[in-house]
């Protein structure tokens, strides 16, 4: 199956600076990448599909990139509303799979 | 879109366990359904996929022969049943909604249902 590595596994950061999350996976998924952000007692959200896509209601502040093996989430400006944690999840093999997490702290 | 979800299950090592997933404002047929399980603390595992026009599955292996996911197109509703449970079945099962075509993410998640194995 295809593994997710993410990095870092906690980013500590502060209100309005940026974040850059990483996810690499173990063989090519070309653009087939979703990244998702899941807060305390609540289910994920999706926030980019296809590397970097905006899905409807992301905010701008939230960008993706990437291809083949190599994925990045940006986020800008950050907000409190942004510290969470963030999946990154590939959708180009069977049996799809997750990243373990970056938890994104104040 | 709203995926609405049963809401807790408690059930003993060896029982089974069905969980419902019920859609509403889109069309069912159109779509995919995902079923994710996150147990607590811990990341979200991927189990399996049911296409609910043709009832097609996939599954993740560590799932297979224990694992049934249906889509009932009548009533709009998917179920996930889930055998012979064990202890570190303890978890969070969520739905999730999936887009078919060239981009296939999970759009739409349903609230979880906390599945407590316990004797």
């Known amino acids: 199956e295809t593994v997710l590595t993410q990095s870092p596994a906690i980013l500590a950061v502060s209100p309005g600076d940026s974040a850059t999350l990483s996810c690499t996976a173990s063989?090519?998924?070309?653009?087939?990448l979703a990244w998702y952000q899941q807060k305390p007692g609540q289910a994920p959200r999706l926030l980019v599909y296809?590397?970097?896509t905006g899905h409807t209601g992301t905010p701008a502040r939230f960008s993706g990139s990437g291809f083949g093996t190599e994925f990045t989430l940006t986020i800008t400006s950050l907000q409190s509303d942004d510290f969470a944690v963030y999946y990154c999840q590939q959708y180009n093999f069977w049996p799809r799979t997750f990243g373990q997490g970056t938890r994104l702290e104040i | 879109v709203q995926m609405l979800q049963s809401t807790v299950e408690v059930k003993p090592p060896g029982a089974s366990v069905k969980v419902s997933c019920q859609a509403s404002?889109?069309?069912?047929?159109?779509?995919?359904i995902s079923w994710v399980r996150q147990a607590p603390g811990q990341g979200l595992e991927w189990m399996g996929w049911?296409?609910?026009?043709?009832?097609?599955?996939r599954f993740a292996q560590m799932f297979e022969g224990r694992v049934t996911m249906t889509a009932d197109t009548s009533t709009n509703t998917a179920h996930l049943e889930l055998r012979n449970l064990k202890s570190d079945d303890t978890a969070t099962y969520y739905c999730?909604?999936?887009?078919?075509?060239?981009?296939?993410?999970?759009?739409?998640w349903g609230q979880g249902t906390l599945v407590i194995v316990s004797s």
């Open positions: 999730a909604r999936v887009v078919t075509g060239k981009d296939e993410p999970l759009d739409n």
């Open positions: 404002g889109y069309k069912f047929r159109d779509y995919g």
């Open positions: 296809g590397a970097s």
């Open positions: 063989q090519s998924i070309n653009d087939n």
């Open positions: 049911i296409y609910s026009d043709t009832q097609y599955t």
